[in-house]
């Protein structure tokens, strides 16, 4: 099972956020007080996110910033303030909405645009259910969701039965962080800077130590922000793996062999930082990221890899497959 439909030729940027005007109050429980628009600007509640409201909202801005920043494709999932984590069981009617208005909104961009779905993550047969839908839906590849809910990550629990169930309707996976606020990190941005990171190292390790990639060898699971941190830890979970029963009791592969099945995104924001990356990962699964719009995001996000040494083709390549879509030869 992958994407239906075709999709545009050129580099894929898998990494990028819409969110219809209807929803922008976000999901049940949220703690933001919502997105609102305030003279075409776009707010979290009272903090602005410093882009206008059209680049989040709007599906022909977002074509227009596509094909200016050069690219292909732009792969669209909800921001992670709209993910339903805080009260999931309320949150049904949102996320059935958000996947529909997705659905409706990329059928209508001959293959530019491709979508990533919401889903619960709490109960596993309500993903089901709407996994199901997105997987019959034109357009749409897979399901974007944080790294770290309540304290636990894809290793267990229901986290885990939903990459089960993923996997098994041949859906992409992106995991995107979502700026989880601690003490520590309450000034100089560093719920994000140091935050975002961690949460998504924390998910790359918890896939890898606990075992998922073997238990769901067809699993496309894709982590932003180049993996945060884990390339630069990868060699001291293999020591631990190593070295210490109780970090390799859930699997059965050193961490850098798992590592290697893994697709992480090159929005490293330095060219070393990047060259790491590549270092530790497959180059098949290195792809295209932006973080667009926020202001986070790589700048120019075809540039900053084919001048770091990737290949255009290649990138393009790597996204299809993470896609799950036809191979560029059988482009139309």
Do not use: K
Request: aromatic share 6%; glycine share 12%.
């Amino acid at each position: 099972m992958a994407v239906n439909g075709g999709i545009r030729s050129g580099v894929i940027d898998v990494h990028a956020h819409w969110l219809p005007r209807e929803l922008l109050a976000l999901p049940p429980g949220n703690p933001y007080g919502g997105m609102n628009d305030r003279d075409g600007e776009l707010y979290l509640g009272d903090a602005p996110l410093s882009f206008r409201t059209t680049a989040m909202t709007d599906i022909d801005a977002v074509l227009a910033d596509t094909q200016q920043a050069g690219l292909g494709v732009r792969v669209i999932s909800a921001p992670p303030f709209a993910f339903p984590v805080h009260r999931p069981r309320e949150a049904d009617a949102y996320v059935a909405a958000y996947n529909e208005r997705l659905a409706e909104a990329v059928a209508g961009t001959d293959g530019a645009l491709v979508g990533l779905g919401l889903v619960r993550l709490d109960d596993v047969g309500a993903a089901r259910r709407e996994l199901e839908r997105l997987a019959v839906a034109e357009g749409v590849a897979g399901v974007a969701v944080p790294p770290v809910v309540d304290g636990r990550s894809y290793d267990r629990g229901s986290m885990r039965e939903v990459l089960g169930v993923a996997a098994g309707l041949g859906l992409s996976v992106l995991v995107h962080p979502m700026q989880l606020p601690r003490q520590e990190w309450d000034h100089h941005y560093l719920v994000n800077l140091i935050g975002n990171p961690v949460e998504s190292t924390t998910a790359v390790a918890a896939v890898l130590l606990g075992g998922v990639l073997e238990e769901l060898p067809g699993l496309r699971i894709c982590f932003v922000h180049g993996g945060g941190c884990a390339p630069a830890l990868l060699g001291r979970w293999g020591h631990g793996w190593r070295t210490r029963e109780d970090v390799r009791r859930g699997s059965t592969r050193p961490p850098a062999e798992s590592f290697r099945r893994l697709y992480f995104d090159t929005v490293a924001h330095d060219p070393e930082t990047l060259r790491l990356l590549r270092a530790h990962a497959s180059p098949d699964r290195v792809v295209c990221g932006s973080d667009y719009p926020f202001d986070m995001a790589q700048p120019d996000p075809v540039r900053f890899p084919l001048d770091n040494g990737m290949d255009a083709a290649v990138l393009e390549a790597n996204g299809r497959a993470f896609l799950g879509a036809a191979p560029t030869g059988s482009l139309r």
